[in-house]
């Protein structure tokens, strides 16, 4: 690996060297390791963890409460901090532990009953599709998917047609799915959802997966036009792990929806039969979370919009499609990502290779990447005819030396 101070960028970066270098300088992993695991657990900047570790010492010298209480002013900046990067008001955002725990509570809250449709698109996280065949098990919902275009990502005609057959009581959708560098039109099926409501205002709800979204591309519920939108901080955010928050729309909380399992924190114990609500977004969270992840994430969404979101999303669109064009160069490499637009996440598979010994191989080289597996993504694995992939999601501190280092080790690897 080269020093930092050589470091080599493309042509077209939209940051310059001694911006890049200072990411870097302020991020102490990018010293220690070539990280290409971006989609699974971004590199942290210095900055937030010292916010988390600085809210655990204070925790252990006056106690959590006590500590928390004299932090309550950076929670609240949690909430403001989030809003801004969603495009919404703070009394819309709850902070959860996850975005499979933001994804959960929204799913929760849906009034269904035996018979009502999912409508979903066939490159859903595997998470949210186990949670849908409970349902199916547990309920008797049914689930209908959108059909793939022949580029890949939803088929917005064959997705207008089903929500008007199955008038379904959810429609969910996956920008940027685990197993695929695909991002789904999400500006073009809010329009398609926008314009279903005026004829059926009423009887769908859609929840949109942002897991891989935040932290690599703008977001804008205003445009995105989503009832709830879920979140991590681990990935591209660089937040630290164990952390997410949901976005929840007016809509929702005057409709009174609230999630199966709401606990004191969303709602008040009034009467020995009776509870009242919180009439805000924390009617989705727990009473208890771990403040001093809610202070990382905090520090990381400060991090991320005072860089700007739209450069990060040029940058990181441009070292994925650096890095999908070299790989394709190699002897049988096959790379797999689909879609009229391409994000962060490159999947390749080798032929008469294992994915084990390539990450492994990959990991004494000091450079990080991850397998994915069939069972992560089967309806696309299926498609595509495939077993597994390995992933490599490079983000805005990564370097074209670093991208270069990666390419080499895989040509040695696989000969």
């Not at 990018?30 to 570790?53: C, R, Y």
């Not at 409460?65 to 901090?81: G, H, N, P």
Request: with cysteine.
């Amino acid at each position: 690996m080269k020093p930092d101070n050589q470091i080599i960028l493309p042509s077209q970066s939209v940051f310059t060297v001694e911006e890049v270098q200072k990411f870097r300088n302020e991020t102490a992993g990018t010293k220690n390791v070539i990280h290409l695991n971006n989609a699974g657990s971004g590199l942290m900047p210095d900055i937030v963890t010292e916010a988390q570790l600085n809210h655990i010492k204070l925790e252990s010298e006056i106690g959590g409460y006590e500590a928390s209480a004299l932090r309550a002013d950076t929670v609240k900046a949690f909430y403001d901090q989030a809003s801004l990067l969603f495009n919404c008001k703070p009394a819309n955002i709850a902070f959860t532990a996850s975005a499979t725990d933001s994804f959960t509570r929204a799913l929760s809250s849906i009034p269904f009953k035996a018979g009502d449709v999912i409508l979903t698109d066939c490159d859903d996280f595997v998470s949210n599709q186990i949670q849908f065949l409970s349902l199916q098990k547990s309920l008797g919902i049914k689930i209908v998917h959108i059909n793939n275009a022949h580029l890949g990502g939803v088929d917005l005609n064959d997705l207008g047609e089903k929500l008007r057959k199955h008038l379904p009581r959810l429609l969910a959708i996956t920008h940027i799915p685990t197993n695929s560098g695909l991002v789904q039109p999400v500006d073009a099926i809010a329009k398609i959802f926008s314009d279903y409501l005026k004829e059926y205002p009423d009887k769908t709800w859609y929840i949109l997966d942002a897991c891989q979204y935040a932290g690599q591309m703008k977001l804008d519920v205003q445009k995105l036009r989503c009832d709830f939108l879920s979140v991590t901080s681990r990935k591209f955010l660089r937040g630290p792990r164990g952390t997410g928050a949901l976005y929840i729309s007016d809509k929702v909380l005057q409709a009174g929806l609230e999630p199966m399992f709401i606990d004191m924190r969303g709602a008040e114990w009034i009467e020995k039969d009776k509870y009242k609500q919180q009439p805000d977004a924390k009617r989705f969270e727990d009473w208890e979370f771990a403040y001093s992840t809610v202070i990382g994430t905090k520090a990381a969404i400060e991090y991320c919009r005072n860089i700007g979101e739209d450069k990060i999303w040029h940058q990181v669109k441009m070292l994925s499609g650096i890095t999908r064009q070299k790989l394709s160069e190699i002897n049988k490499v096959k790379v797999l990502d689909r879609g009229p637009e391409q994000g962060g996440l490159v999947t390749f598979t080798v032929k008469d290779s294992d994915p084990i010994l390539i990450v492994s191989e990959l990991l004494k080289r000091k450079i990080n990447v991850v397998a994915s597996y069939r069972a992560f993504g089967v309806i696309d694995f299926d498609e595509k005819g495939i077993k597994w992939v390995v992933r490599a999601s490079p983000h805005y501190y990564n370097t074209l030396d670093e991208i270069d280092a990666f390419i080499e080790s895989v040509k040695e690897i696989i000969a």
